[in-house]
């Protein structure tokens, strides 16, 4: 919806000009009919816009894309990657000083599952098993 809406303009004119020949006692009246039109406008627009949306977001998915809000850049699994391995280092230095190659065993699976978890919300398809067709199974 265009801010200089020529429609609305008219029908602001048109209210306001109706408001001089009918006086205060319509006041109220018309600038309700006025509020409804534009509601009515803005009602049409955001109708326009979730269905232009939601038609978008159904072809990226019947096209097996991720969705398009998705903000996972190479920069953010490369920063994130550095950040976990640069506190990888006191935990398992904090880890081992305190329950010894237990608790570095222990700091160590945490690093790796935080990794893992990020890794599988970047991209849900990382863990799947993906079978090929020229697979073939050993049978007797």
Known sequence: MDARDPELTKELNATLHARRELGEEYESALV???LEKVEQRIDGAVDRRVRRQLAEQQ???ARGARSPKSTDSFGERFG???VSLVLAIPLSAIGGGIA???GLLAAWAGIVGVNAFQAAKS???IFRRRHRKDDT???A
């Open 80 to 82: 994130f990657g550095i």
């Open 123 to 125: 991209n849900p398809d």
């Open 59 to 61: 072809m990226v998915m």
């Open 137 to 139: 199974d050993w049978e």
């Open 100 to 102: 010894h190659f237990p």
């Open 32 to 34: 309700d009919s006025f």
